[in-house]
C-alpha cells in the first residue's frame, strides 16, 4: 500500500480553520497525513475535507451587501462584516470505498467515518486475525465558522458602487507559507433608470484567497438584491448564485526505493443557489448595524458595523 506524505497540505488547510474560527479548532495537522498514509486512497481525503472546504467557499461569497440602494451622491461605508456559516449535521461523517488491497485483508469494502467536521473516526477491524486494527483520524467537531472582514464600498460610479474586501497578506508558518485573501464586487441599482417604490439592484463578486502553495482557491457570485428603506431602517432579500474552484496540491511520495515523487492535486468545485434576506439600521449618525442571513447548501449569519459618509 503506497504512502503519501500531506503533512504540509494539512497543516494549510487546519491554519485555513484556525483562520475561520480559532478558537474551535483541536485537530492535528498530523490528521489528514494519518488517513492518507493508512489507507493510499486520495479519494478517502477529498471526501474528508470537503465539508470544511465548503465552509471557506460559502463564508467568503456572503455579506457583500446589505441593501440595494446606490445613492446619487458621492458616498462611502467602511467597516466590516463578522460572517458564521453553519455546517449541517449531515456533513459529519462520510462513507468511504476501501481499496481493493485492504479489503483482500479482510477488511470491510467501506466505512462510514468522521469528516474534518466531524468527531471520533472509525475504527478499521479485519477478519483476519493477524491484521492489525485501523484506527482513521477524528475530525475538528466544528459545528460552524466564523471570519471577519474588513470592508469598504464607495460610489457611484454609472449608479454603481464598488466593493472592496480582504486580509492583508501574513505568514502564520514558515513552512506554509503566506495567507492571503481579497474580494471585490459590483452593486448597480437598477432602479436609477425607472421609478420603483423599491430598490432593486445587481450584484456580482470575485474572491481569491491562497496558503503558500498548498491550497488555491477563488470564487464568482451575483445576487438579485431588492430593498426598501424605512426612516433609519432598510430591509433586504436577494437571490444568489455562486461557484468556487479550490485546489489543494501536495506531493505523493511512494514508500518503494526507485519511485519517484508525484505531485498530486485535489480539486474541489462547487454550485450553491442562496436565499439571503436582513437588514441594516441606523443608530448614530453615520454609524450603522447590518445583518444578513442566507439559506443554502450551508446557512450563515453575516453581522456588520460601520461608518457611511
Known amino acids: 500500500m503506497h504512502i503519501r506524505r500531506m503533512n504540509t497540505v494539512a497543516a494549510a488547510l487546519f ?52 441593501t440595494a440602494r446606490v445613492d ?42 468522521a469528516t474534518v467536521v466531524g468527531n471520533k473516526g472509525a475504527v478499521l477491524q479485519s477478519n483476519q486475525s493477524s491484521a492489525p486494527d485501523i484506527v482513521l483520524p477524528d475530525g475538528t467537531g466544528l459545528r460552524q465558522t466564523a471570519l471577519l472582514l474588513p470592508q469598504v464600498s464607495f460610489g457611484p460610479v454609472l449608479g454603481t458602487d464598488i466593493i472592496l474586501r ?5 505568514t502564520f508558518d514558515t513552512e506554509i507559507g503566506k495567507v492571503s485573501f481579497y474580494g471585490a464586487a459590483l452593486k448597480h441599482e437598477l432602479t436609477h433608470w425607472y421609478d420603483s417604490p423599491v430598490q432593486v439592484a445587481v450584484l456580482a463578486g470575485y474572491q481569491q484567497f491562497e496558503i503558500g502553495d498548498a491550497v488555491q482557491g477563488n470564487s464568482l457570485n451575483g445576487m438579485l438584491l ?13 437571490l444568489g448564485y455562486e461557484a468556487y474552484a479550490i ?63
Open 15 to 66: 491554519l485555513t480553520a484556525a483562520f475561520l474560527f480559532p478558537s474551535a479548532v483541536t485537530l492535528r495537522a498530523q490528521s489528514l497525513s494519518d488517513l492518507v498514509e493508512q489507507l493510499g486512497v486520495e479519494e478517502l481525503a477529498r471526501d474528508y475535507l470537503r465539508p470544511g472546504v465548503d465552509a471557506i467557499g460559502y463564508t467568503i461569497n456572503s455579506g457583500y451587501a446589505h
Open 247 to 309: 485546489d489543494v496540491s501536495y506531493t505523493y511520495t511512494p514508500v518503494q526505493t526507485g519511485q519517484q515523487p508525484e505531485d498530486i492535486t485535489l480539486e474541489f468545485r462547487r454550485r450553491n443557489l442562496r436565499f439571503s434576506f436582513g437588514g441594516a439600521i441606523t443608530l448614530l449618525p453615520l454609524l450603522d448595524i447590518t445583518a444578513g442571513y442566507s439559506l443554502g447548501e450551508m446557512d450563515n449569519l453575516s453581522i456588520g458595523i460601520g461608518l457611511s459618509l
Open 72 to 113: 446619487t451622491a458621492f458616498h462611502i461605508w467602511a467597516g466590516a462584516k463578522a460572517i458564521f456559516t453553519f455546517i449541517p449535521e449531515q456533513q459529519q461523517t462520510f462513507v468511504g470505498v476501501l481499496p481493493e488491497a485492504l479489503v483482500s485483508a479482510g477488511y470491510p469494502d467501506h466505512v462510514t467515518t
Open 226 to 238: 431588492v430593498s426598501r428603506d424605512f426612516a433609519a431602517i432598510t430591509l433586504f432579500a436577494g
Open 166 to 170: 480582504g486580509l492583508p497578506p501574513a
